[in-house]
């Protein structure tokens, strides 16, 4: 399927590693060229590299922590011009109302959420003018989700998600697509961490968390790919009629609902 994204101008926030390197190359497959964000230069570089030498697209990094005062506007600012914004920096963390005390709760928040919403009211005034661009937000199926376990994380979603409804519902008019995507539990270093944490909770040894996957859809978690390229048909003119929503990529783990 030809996507029309040649030449397109992507940037990428938290794209040194996981789904935001897995999103940088599902663009420049496509002949994208890269703006690629995070806080590792070592690791953008790489990036760069890669995506540089097998599919021959630019890719520009800046390496910046998005949580530090005055680096959104810098992103912004490097990102001047793009096509494509996708937001995806940003790490919340688990644990309960007592577990996460108020300042972990703020930086989680000021990094994912906050990140998300002042970047986008950054950039979206020069798509509004250009009279084109998406937003792309990957927020995550916490959001639909409640979990008292990750109370930070479940809000802090949940807001992402009414925030990209908000803004998408009416953003059509000035030729902008905002939309949200939420992952379920996705094949990353992350996840093995959070599950490895958990088996040793429940289980009483982390080797043992992939027994944990069996509760999954097929046994697994998505694999990075399967994100990617889903953030890609979507940022294309074969989606052009989608804004204002959100699209849950979790094998069904949200549906599993009962009355029984």
Do not use: C, K, T
């Given at each position: 399927m030809e996507l029309n994204l040649k030449g397109k101008r992507v940037l990428i926030t938290g794209a040194s590693q996981g789904i935001g390197e897995g999103l940088a190359l599902a663009f420049a497959r496509e002949g994208c060229d890269l703006r690629i964000v995070a806080r590792s230069a070592e690791k953008l570089l790489a990036v760069a590299?890669?995506?540089k030498a097998e599919?021959?697209?630019r890719a520009d990094i800046l390496a910046i922590d998005m949580a530090?005062?005055?680096?959104?506007?810098?992103v912004?600012?490097?990102g001047d011009g793009i096509d494509i914004l996708?937001?995806?920096a940003g790490s919340i963390p688990g644990g309960?109302?007592?577990d996460v005390d108020e300042s972990q709760w703020r930086a989680g928040w000021e990094l994912k959420?906050?990140?998300y919403i002042n970047l986008t009211r950054m950039l979206y005034p020069m798509m509004k003018a250009r009279g084109s661009g998406v937003i792309l937000n990957n927020i995550g199926n916490g959001g639909e989700n409640f979990d008292f376990n990750y109370i930070a994380g479940t809000t802090g979603n949940a807001a992402l998600m009414a925030f990209t409804r908000a803004l998408g519902g009416q953003s059509l008019a000035d030729g902008v697509r905002v939309i949200g995507v939420n992952p379920g539990p996705v094949d990353t270093d992350r996840i093995n961490k959070v599950l490895k944490g958990r088996?040793?909770?429940v289980l009483g040894d982390a080797s043992r968390f992939t027994e944990l996957l069996e509760a999954y859809p097929l046994g697994r978690a998505a694999t990075v790919e399967e994100i990617a390229e889903l953030f890609v048909f979507l940022a294309s003119s074969k989606s052009a009629y989608t804004s204002g929503t959100i699209v849950t990529v979790d094998g069904g783990i949200t549906s599993r609902r009962s009355i029984g």
């Open positions: 590299e890669r995506v599919y021959g697209v530090l005062p005055g680096a959104v506007p810098q912004a600012e490097f996708v937001n995806n309960n109302l007592w959420v906050f990140g088996a040793e909770r």
